[in-house]
């Protein structure tokens, strides 16, 4: 049974630092497109982060040089390192993993990945 885990949402105040964890079991985080995402109320889930199977990395523009999706293949999770957040990043993360097989053309699109967790909440006071 594949299952993927987010932790370490919290209420941070604007110009703070929080760094998400995504634990995986039943998948392989280092064999697949493996995505952070955010939603926020009333708006669409927007992609995050990303990392392929080869290390290559994507980014959405909002977060380029703030935000920093890694891996630990020994722990088999996935993280992101936040930074110098804003109200704006509030929103529920969520972690999601693509089928090993599946040729993704769009990393940053929801539509791209498979397995879901439920996700954790990030609150940014302005």
């Known amino acids: 049974q594949v299952q993927v885990a987010e932790s370490g949402g919290d209420l941070v105040q604007a110009g703070g630092s929080l760094k998400l964890s995504c634990t995986a079991s039943?998948?392989?985080?280092?064999?697949?497109?493996m995505g952070w995402f955010r939603q926020a109320p009333e708006k669409e889930r927007e992609g995050i982060a990303s990392?392929?199977?080869?290390?290559?990395?994507d980014y959405a523009d909002a977060v380029k040089g703030r935000f920093t999706i890694s891996r630990d293949n020994a722990k088999n999770t996935l993280y992101l390192q936040m930074n110098s957040l804003n109200a704006e990043d509030s929103g529920v993360y969520l972690c999601?993993?693509?089928?090993?097989?599946?040729?993704?053309?769009?990393?940053?699109?929801?539509?791209?990945?498979?397995?879901w967790g439920q996700g954790t909440q990030v609150s940014v006071s302005s």
């Open positions: 990392i392929d199977r080869d290390s290559k990395i």
């Open positions: 999601a993993a693509a089928f090993a097989s599946r040729w993704v053309n769009n990393p940053l699109a929801p539509t791209e990945y498979d397995y």
């Open positions: 039943g998948v392989t985080v280092d064999t697949r497109f």
